[in-house]
């Protein structure tokens, strides 16, 4: 099943779909390019709020509230902790990202692979339409992860457990140089 | 809906994520692009688990690990430029050089 133009524009779901991407890009986007320290991890939040959406778009609630809890709700505070210790330059005359020597490389790298897989999935998808769905029950996945999934969900649990100690370890301000 | 509407703007999001870690100085910035490349990555991972409309939901739990390494791996990272920053008095990747013959 594939889609035109004029039938991608006349599906109102994809209006919505426009309304929520063209703001994820932007944001992330100045996410990269921000002069400002804190507003660049403030575009940081708008963005993954945006994929946020785009999960309950695509049915996925319960990806899209962990992405919320989890990434907005503990990974920003993290980051924002992290620019408040380390002094950050703050203020318009902050210099953070490298001179157009760097840039121009990176703008390049970024558009060649933007480019490349772009032309890869329109080749390999063209304009095939995603068949009609029902939002996924989060008690099967619920379900699914406690059971077909369980030991990659221990394993997780330990790495979880493991970057705790060692930021405990890491970040103590009274450690001692070892003997 | 298409399917391809969504990779987009997944490439795109990890594109940008990747002109951020070569071009930001600042150690947290270069974190923030890597958190960019990995949410781009949650979007194809959904997408694609949504169009092979999987029974397992394998797209989606793979998904739902990345977010929580994502979570260590920021906890750790940050972790590392505190204790440059302390060392170092600045969280500058380009002032990183001592390992430089």
């Known amino acids: ?179 | 809906m298409t399917i391809v509407q969504f990779l987009i703007v997944g490439i795109a999001l990890f594109s940008f994520g990747l002109y951020g870690v070569i071009t930001r100085k600042n150690a947290v910035l270069v974190l923030v692009s890597v958190e960019l490349m990995l949410a781009a990555v949650n979007i194809n991972m959904v997408t694609f688990d949504v169009y092979l409309q999987d029974a397992l939901h394998q797209g989606q739990i793979f998904s739902l690990f990345i977010i929580a390494l994502a979570a260590a791996e920021v906890g750790i990272g940050i972790a590392i430029v505190l204790m440059i920053y302390r060392n170092r008095q600045s969280a500058d990747v380009d002032e990183l050089n001592l390992m430089k013959g």
Not at chain 1, 60 to 84: E, R
Not at chain 1, 154 to 175: K, Q, T, Y
């Open chain 1, 1 to 179: 099943m594939t889609v035109s133009i004029s039938e991608f524009f006349r599906e109102a779901a994809n209006w919505g779909f426009l309304a929520i991407a063209l703001p994820t890009l932007y944001a992330g986007w100045r996410t990269v390019t921000s002069n400002n320290i804190v507003r660049a991890v403030l575009y940081l939040v708008v963005s993954l709020g945006g994929t946020a959406a785009l999960f309950f778009m695509l049915g996925a609630p319960f990806v899209g509230w962990t992405v919320v809890l989890v990434y907005i709700g503990a990974v920003i505070i993290l980051f924002l902790i992290g620019i408040m210790i380390t002094r950050a330059p703050l203020g318009v005359e902050a210099v953070l990202s490298h001179d157009r020597s760097v840039k121009a490389p990176a703008a390049l790298l970024s558009t060649v692979m933007f480019g490349v897989v772009t032309w890869a999935l329109l080749d390999a998808f063209s304009n095939e339409a995603i068949a009609p769905f029902e939002p996924t029950d989060t008690t099967e996945l619920g379900f699914l992860i406690f059971d077909r999934f369980v030991i990659p969900f221990e394993v997780v649990s330990f790495v979880l457990l493991a970057a705790l100690i060692g930021g405990i370890a890491l970040a103590r301000m009274d450690a001692e140089p070892p003997e």
